[in-house]
T-cell receptor, first 112, second 115 residues
Framework: GENVEQHPSTLSVQEGDSAVIKCTYS??????FPWYKQELGKRPQLIID?????GEKKDQRIAVTLNKTAKHFSLHITETQPEDSAVYFC???????????FGTGTRLLVSP | EPEVTQTPSHQVTQMGQEVILRCVPI?????FYWYRQILGQKVEFLVS????????KSEIFDDQFSVERPDGSNFTLKIRSTKLEDSAMYFC?????????????FGQGTRLTVV
């Protein structure tokens, strides 16, 4: 089945810096890749997603890139702010299946 | 904005007892899910439900687990005989369309503590 690896497990940056989180997936039939932000004790919330027919997507300070050949996708946050501090999960969904397979999470800490 | 709602927010139960976790998915959604997250770990898929039947389940979802949509609005997860290792945050999620890659909306979770 699909397996999603995520790195790094923790990431500390200064306010205003950029942050990059990387994920790799194993099943080439995966075609949907969402990113969720989870604040402590709260629900995962979608921040951006990308489908396999697109290589890059941007929404204000957040962007996601997808390399289908290498089977990896990355989350880029620019001009980080303390309120960006949270755990970020990548996920993948394989065509024909319903479940999301999540990565292990990255704890992002943005220091003022 | 519509939300997936879950009750209770926290449930403490004795080992061996049955628990039922409740969810109200977003009203026009077609797919329903349960995921769980053991403290400090990743979110894991348990089961998906479509058209009044299970469409997919994981290895975690064994005979101790069952799901039901009893009345067209609620979606429940039952654990028949809880074990200590069932302690986790359980998230319900729903998705609006079939066959299209759309976002899954998560509820706020039920923290289950088995003692």
């Amino acid at each position: 089945g699909e397996n999603v690896e995520q790195h790094p497990s923790t990431l500390s940056v200064q306010e205003g810096d950029s942050a990059v989180i990387k994920c790799t997936y194993s099943d080439s039939a995966s075609n949907y890749f969402p990113w969720y932000k989870q604040e402590l004790g709260k629900r995962p919330q979608l921040i951006i997603d990308i489908r396999s027919n697109v290589g890059e997507k941007k929404d204000q300070r957040i962007a996601v890139t997808l390399n289908k050949t290498a089977k990896h996708f990355s989350l880029h946050i620019t001009e980080t702010q303390p309120e960006d501090s949270a755990v970020y999960f990548c996920a993948a969904r394989v065509t024909g299946f319903q479940k999301l397979v999540f990565g292990t999470g990255t704890r992002l800490l943005v220091s003022p | 904005e519509p939300e997936v709602t879950q009750t209770p927010s926290h449930q403490v139960t004795q080992m061996g007892q049955e628990v039922i976790l409740r969810c109200v998915p977003i009203s026009n959604h077609l797919y329903f899910y349960w995921y769980r997250q053991i403290l400090g770990q990743k979110v894991e898929f348990l089961v998906s439900f479509y058209n009044n039947e299970i469409s997919e389940k994981s290895e975690i979802f064994d005979d101790q687990f069952s799901v039901e949509r009893p009345d067209g609005s609620n979606f429940t997860l039952k654990i028949r005989s809880t074990k200590l290792e069932d302690s986790a945050m359980y998230f319900c999620a729903s998705r609006p369309e079939q066959g299209v890659n759309t976002e899954a909306f998560f509820g706020q979770g039920t923290r289950l503590t088995v003692v």
